[in-house]
């Protein structure tokens, strides 16, 4: 059992000794939306093309859609677009957060 116990010590040394950097939450490492001029998006279809060009339009690491009647989560990440849809699953609004 004591032999045992001498095992794990310099493995867990080996991990403290390791530097690693704690992800924040809401943050995606060299993205940050920003929704400035993507009017040219509403009226458009809410398809994966639309999604991806909103995306890189924004400079955005996640997409939400929010087609009408959806409950979204009120968190604020800074590398999410969110993508308001109407009836007609046509794009209504678009915002960071």
């Avoid at 991990?15 to 993507?38: I, L, M, R």
């Avoid at 929010?66 to 699953?89: E, H, N, Q, S």
């Amino acid at each position: 059992m004591r032999n045992s116990a001498l095992l794990f010590v310099p493995l867990l040394a080996s991990c403290a000794a390791s530097p690693v950097e704690t992800p924040v939450h809401g943050v995606t490492q060299g993205h940050k939306c920003d929704a400035t001029g993507t009017d040219r998006f509403v009226g458009q279809q809410g398809t994966s093309e639309t999604g991806a060009a909103i995306m890189a339009a924004t400079r955005s690491a996640v997409l939400r859609w929010a087609p009408p009647g959806y409950m979204l989560t009120m968190d604020f990440r800074k590398d999410r677009v969110t993508v308001r849809l109407g009836p007609d699953r046509k794009v209504t609004a678009i915002n960071c957060g």
